[in-house]
């Protein structure tokens, strides 16, 4: 491991939620109660880049009332600079939660139209000075298709870092039940994606973006490779593009990796996850753990280890966060999933 390293810091732009998740396994229409997380996908990123040390700026439009400081309040707990947020409108985002079993599926209900990160307006954040001393940028495919407004101001913001040279990293996060003002993504993120020096995706929103389709009868490690080679005629800074891959074995789920980074590919075995406490937020926990990797200059083998280990232990976790260290992920890599006791 490179441990001499310039300081990175990396700022984010996303709206911040609430998440009121169904306890006990109950549905919808049985719950009397909800159990509230702070969550988000930019926000899931922040809070463990900056438990692996790391600074990081999340930046969004908040209402000012006691429920956007609860949510303030718990990114700050993980040392998240939330000074550059912005104030107006006069709602937070939700979103609410029903964990699915083997049987049926989760379902999310979302409540996110105008809130106050629906309806931030252009020119509102001077990102010239928010990203003055930032050494990287991300943002994801939900913050488009939140609303038009939404999409307009990370325009903003992904033109101003490009303008500046800040390497951009985004995560294609398609969400089928967003995307309700009118436009189809694909006629809005090609051209935001287009300045993505890294990126995140899977197979099927490259192809509802981008029109890329790859055979399904051909290996995983195929179509990854060709889905590359294609995306970088829609994407000519694209230099790395990571997928998480997940699988079931019966009642166990198998979680992969594959990387392409500088002309090279790697990929990571299977890991079999026997039982998944809260998968919300392990895609974001991927994306934190391969932008570690790269900011500390780890080879291309050790950054996708590091990505799909943080997706793995998030999936150990409740609620949007994942709460771990350098060390722990350090010996999950090395020894992999553990039932003893640490003492």
């Known amino acids: 491991m490179n441990t001499n390293i310039p300081q990175t810091k990396i700022a984010t732009f996303g709206e911040l939620l609430l998440r009121m998740s169904v306890p006990n396994g109950n549905r919808f229409t049985q719950t009397g109660e909800m159990k509230i997380h702070v969550g988000g996908a930019e926000a899931n990123v922040c809070v463990l880049l900056s438990q692996l040390g790391i600074s990081t700026d999340y930046i969004t439009r908040l209402p000012q009332n006691d429920l956007a400081q609860l949510a303030l309040n718990e990114l700050q707990k993980y040392k998240v600079n939330t000074t550059n947020c912005i104030y107006g409108g006069e709602r937070l985002g939700l979103y609410f939660v029903e964990a699915g079993n083997q049987i049926r599926q989760s379902q999310v209900i979302y ?20 990203l003055s001393d930032a050494t990287h940028f991300h943002w994801s495919g939900i913050s488009p298709g939140v609303s038009h407004e939404a999409g307009l101001v990370c325009k903003e913001a992904i033109l101003a870092a490009h303008k500046k040279g800040i390497p951009i990293s985004s995560d294609f996060n398609f969400r089928s039940k967003l995307w309700q003002y009118g436009k189809h993504p694909s006629e809005i993120m090609p051209e935001l994606l287009h300045y993505s020096t890294i990126t995140v995706a899977d197979l099927d929103s490259v192809e509802i973006y981008f029109g890329i389709k790859t055979d399904p009868k051909e290996s995983e490690e195929n179509r990854f490779q060709k889905t590359f080679e294609l995306l970088k005629s829609k994407m000519p800074f694209l230099k790395t593009l990571a997928m998480s891959f997940r699988k079931s074995d019966g009642p166990a789920h198998l979680y992969s990796g594959m990387l392409l980074h500088d002309g090279n590919f790697y990929q990571t ?13 392990s895609g974001d926990a991927f994306t934190a753990g391969l932008l570690y990797g790269l900011s500390h200059q780890l080879s291309g083998q050790e950054c996708i280890d590091w990505a799909v280990a943080c997706g793995v232990i998030k999936q150990s976790i409740p609620g949007d966060f994942a709460i771990t260290s350098p060390a722990e992920i350090s010996h999950f890599i090395k020894n992999g999933s553990s039932n003893r006791i640490n003492r």
């Open 111 to 130: 409540d996110r139209s105008n809130s106050s990160f629906a309806t931030i307006g252009e020119k509102q954040i001077n990102w010239e000075e928010v």
């Open 269 to 281: 075995k299977e890991n079999k996850i026997h039982l998944v406490t809260d998968q919300i937020g």
